[in-house]
């Protein structure tokens, strides 16, 4: 039998954060494997935000280590990780409101190829941003709202627009936090079965609320309370394990 | 495209290029060189729009950019006329193309290290640091008496250009005129490039940006010197248009003024600051004939544009902006 | 003689410094709590200044001058507050900007039209006149050590004001948390108006007492502006104690910095040219002091937690 060692692409190891008093992350260890959907679920409160702003890098850690793609990100500044692959959603969504979504994704191809400093050729006139953009707003099926400024898409449509972003990025890695929040029962089936294909090309870190999309979607499952991670393990082993059970699900399942 | 806006903006232009024209015919030079200053703190507003506008970045120290290439125009023009030495061997040119090189460069270092520092901070202590550093430089001018201290310098004669009589006000207008639709040129094709649209986007939404993998802070600092580079070539133009510069051109309330200007055009709009400056100029002009008191009035105008009428007057003449 | 001369520029600086400070807790008390960028400070502060020299021509007292300048602005405040200001509390931070550098251009056009174009003068109550002995032999005004006294006193009763009674509780309150006090039960529009009345009253204690060494006259209230400005950009807006503290260093480094830097160049250039550049780096000083302070920490030196 074949022993190869998968790397994680993303090992979060020890990670600590204090805001005065309080310690919002409490050395949380945590990795993300290719081809993986690993959900990250937690009572509110529980610092799930305060992890992701870390992973992304709006926050810095007080002490802990982040690697992603193989080196160590954790004194990078968000852009400079998102450059080597972290592409992310945000709980409420944040897109450039006056521009078109086209224009959203535009943004976010000029980014991958390279540089934002060229100054002379019109963005509305080069085809390969133009192109490039349309193929990443069909796969989210947002072709026919192309044009509309993003401030006037609805809710769900956002989402989708924010996931266009992040395919335009080739992101390495899939940080979702809460895609689901604000969908109806029919976007969130769709965005279910559209995260479910996603997987294949690169790993999700799912926070989530939704525990119908999260037991549909999740290889694994780690449980954050009070900063900690109390369990990680497959839907079944989390969905037994009591000490989960107490602290958060008892009262979904 | 012929759409509104643009046809308000052609109209503009040939208003602008017009005025003159007739003046000049009916022999009413006054009104030339009302049009050469339209022309001139257009495109001075032209610059701080592409910071203010485009990237959202609102600087109330621009007056420093205008004053330092207004400077620029009037040291070397003192220097060339007395032949004291300035730097390095060089004593002055009376070349306007050489003199707006200089200004540009100098306006574009200062303001790269203004924005080096600004740019750290936003929001409220960005407009207030913008202020205090264009202080610095006008408290500098004041109190630096070799070239005339508080009191300004004056330019004996007009600085020349190869081919042209720059003395003669229509003239002086044609120059002003070329450079200030040059500079609008410039303008679109930046707002309309990449950076432009990095630019922008830093403006709607600075985390976007840096999630897709841009640093806003270099794209800024880029629109920034940019910006500070075309008002300081309007400073030397302005210069040159008075024959006289002095610490007023670096006042904070000339920064004021430019902003003022692209709010009363339409904040972001390529023709914005002509707009604006033409209204501007036409007020001063109108209500100063009416009353002396004409900048309390200006006041309450521009109380009511910021209160009431936020789309300025391309707002309500071309209706709202469209972004692509 | 020297020792002496410094000491008598370290007061000079220090009541420079008190005078910013009632510039700047104004401000900074008015960003804080509604988050409002007022450029129109400069002119309450020449409303203050023309009440008193104003009404003490009539009345001659300087005294009730004083109080006539404290009345005047904190009026001229509220009307601006309930007329202007409030609308502009949900604007953007240019909005703010220019509304309130249209009313510079109205205050400021406004009163010449009221007073002329002549400066006003408003002498020194009889009781301040006067002089007393430093140490080293030299003098010093009774009136400017009045100012740092009455300045102390001032910043004390605004730290009782702010930390003591119920009016700084729900200053506080609405520092921290806008929602917060609405919840509880506090009318915020009337607390708005009363927050920027108060800081227009010191902007006017202010321009009233400077007035009696300057002159009173439109457009004084700019450079006081720009300097207070400075001082809250270092201490950190919203921030009380920054204020303080960056209004006694703005002070003292810009007076100092006028006496000691001429001075200092000696060592390096001719004397013809020593004072031209040392006058020249003193008058940028504080500027660059900013520009260091910002470059290390961009929110200044107490930044308010919860910005």
Avoid at chain 1, 11 to 28: H, M, Y
Avoid at chain 1, 144 to 166: D, F, N, Y
Avoid at chain 3, 73 to 78: R, S
Avoid at chain 3, 194 to 200: E, I, P, W, Y
């Amino acid at each position: 039998m074949d022993k190869v060692m998968v790397e994680p692409v993303l090992q979060i190891s020890n990670l600590v954060k204090n805001f005065g008093a309080l310690r919002a992350t409490d050395g949380v260890t945590l990795d993300l494997r290719p081809g993986e959907i690993h959900a990250l679920i937690g009572p509110n409160g529980a610092g799930k935000s305060t992890l992701i702003h870390q992973i992304c890098g709006t926050l810095r850690q007080d002490s802990g280590s982040i690697r992603f793609a193989g080196q160590d990100v954790g004194a990078l500044t968000v852009a400079e990780r998102a450059r080597l692959g972290l592409g992310r959603t945000f709980q409420v969504s944040s897109i450039a409101p006056e521009f078109s979504a086209l224009r959203n994704v535009m943004l976010a191809v000029q980014a991958k190829e390279g540089s934002s400093f060229r100054f002379f050729k019109p963005v509305m006139r080069d085809k390969s941003l133009i192109d490039t953009a349309m193929a990443m707003l069909e796969r989210v099926g947002l072709t026919a709202r192309a044009r509309v400024p993003a401030a006037e898409l609805s809710h769900g449509e956002r989402r989708q627009l924010e996931i266009a972003m992040a395919l335009a990025l080739r992101s390495r890695t899939f940080l979702l936090d809460e895609p689901m929040a604000g969908m109806g029962p029919e976007g969130s089936k769709s965005l279910t079965r559209f995260l479910d294909g996603l997987r294949r090309e690169a790993p999700i870190l799912l926070v989530e609320h939704d525990m119908d999309a999260v037991f549909a979607l999740a290889d694994r499952i780690s449980v954050l309370v009070y900063g900690r991670i109390i369990a990680t393990g497959p839907v079944e082993e989390i969905r037994r394990d009591p000490a989960v059970r107490t602290a958060y699900l008892g009262d979904h399942a | 495209m012929l759409t509104r806006e643009n046809l308000v903006n052609l109209i503009l232009a040939l208003g602008l290029l017009a005025v003159p024209l007739a003046a000049n015919a009916l022999g009413q030079p006054f009104y030339i060189t009302l049009a050469t200053r339209v022309a001139i703190l257009a495109l001075a507003a032209t610059g701080l729009n592409l910071a203010l506008g485009v990237g959202g970045l609102v600087s109330f120290g621009h007056a420093a950019f205008f004053g330092i290439g207004g400077y620029v125009a009037g040291i070397v023009a003192a220097h060339n006329f007395s032949g004291d030495p300035l730097l390095f061997g060089f004593s002055g040119t009376n070349q306007m193309w050489i003199i707006w090189i200089v200004a540009v460069a100098l306006a574009g270092l200062v303001g790269l290290a203004i924005g080096v520092i600004s740019l750290r901070t936003s929001g409220v202590y960005f407009i207030m640091i913008t202020l205090a550093f264009a202080q610095m430089v006008y408290y500098f001018a004041v109190s630096w008496p070799a070239y005339g201290g508080e009191d300004g310098l004056s330019i004996l004669v007009r600085n020349q250009f190869p081919g042209v009589m720059t003395m003669v006000p229509l003239n002086y207008f044609l120059i002003c005129y070329i450079i200030l639709l040059l500079g609008i040129a410039l303008f679109a094709i930046l707002r309309a490039s990449r950076f432009g649209a990095a630019l922008q986007a830093a403006r709607q939404n600075e985390v976007r940006v840096a999630t897709v993998g841009i640093q806003p802070y270099r794209i800024r600092l880029t629109g920034f010197v940019l910006s500070a580079m075309i008002t300081g070539l309007a400073g030397a133009l302005f210069a040159d248009l008075n024959r006289f510069v002095s610490p007023s051109m670096l006042s904070w309330h000339m920064s004021g003024e430019l902003i003022v200007l692209i709010i009363l055009g339409g904040t972001g709009r390529l023709f914005g600051p002509l707009a604006g400056a033409a209204l501007y100029v036409a007020f001063e002009y109108a209500l100063g004939g009416v009353t002396e008191r004409w900048q309390f009035f200006l006041g309450l105008i521009l109380l009511l544009v910021v209160l009431f009428a936020r789309g300025g007057l391309l707002g309500v003449l071309a209706g709202k902006a469209r972004h692509g | 003689m020297t020792i002496a001369l410094a000491l008598e520029q370290l007061l000079n600086g220090l009541q420079l410094g008190v005078m910013l400070f009632l510039m700047a807790a104004g401000l900074t008390l008015i960003f804080g709590v509604m988050g409002l960028i007022n450029l129109a400070h400069g002119s309450l502060y020449m409303v203050g200044a023309f009440a008193c020299a104003t009404v003490a021509a009539w009345t001659g007292s300087f005294w009730i001058g004083l109080v006539a300048s404290l009345v005047a602005a904190a009026a001229a405040g509220a009307i601006v507050e309930l007329v202007v200001i409030r609308r502009l509390y949900d604007r953007d931070h240019l909005d703010q900007v220019l509304a309130t550098f249209a009313l510079i251009l109205m205050f400021s056009e406004g009163t010449r039209w009221l007073f002329g174009s002549f400066p006003l003068y408003l002498d020194i109550p009889p009781l301040l006149q006067g002089a007393v002995g430093l140490p080293g032999g030299t003098e010093y005004p009774v009136y400017r050590l009045a100012i740092i006294a009455a300045g102390a006193l001032v910043a004390f009763g605004l730290y009782m004001l702010i930390s003591r009674t119920r009016l700084g509780m729900r200053i506080r309150a609405g520092e921290s948390d806008r929602e917060m006090i609405g919840a509880l039960g506090v009318d915020i529009r009337t607390l708005y108006t009363v927050v920027f009345a108060l800081g227009a009253a010191l902007a006017g204690f202010a321009g009233a007492m400077v007035g009696a060494i300057q002159s009173v006259q439109v457009g004084m209230g700019e450079p006081v502006l720009i300097l207070a400005f400075v001082v809250i950009v270092i201490g950190g807006i919203g921030s009380i104690k920054g204020a303080l503290l960056g209004a006694l260093l703005v002070g003292v480094t810009d007076t100092m910095g006028r006496f000691l830097l001429p001075k200092l160049m000696l060592l390096f250039v001719p004397p013809a040219q020593a004072g031209m550049i040392g006058g020249a780096i003193a008058s940028m000083l504080i500027y660059i002091v900013m520009a260091v302070i910002l470059a290390v920490k961009p929110r200044g030196l107490f930044p308010p937690a919860h910005a």
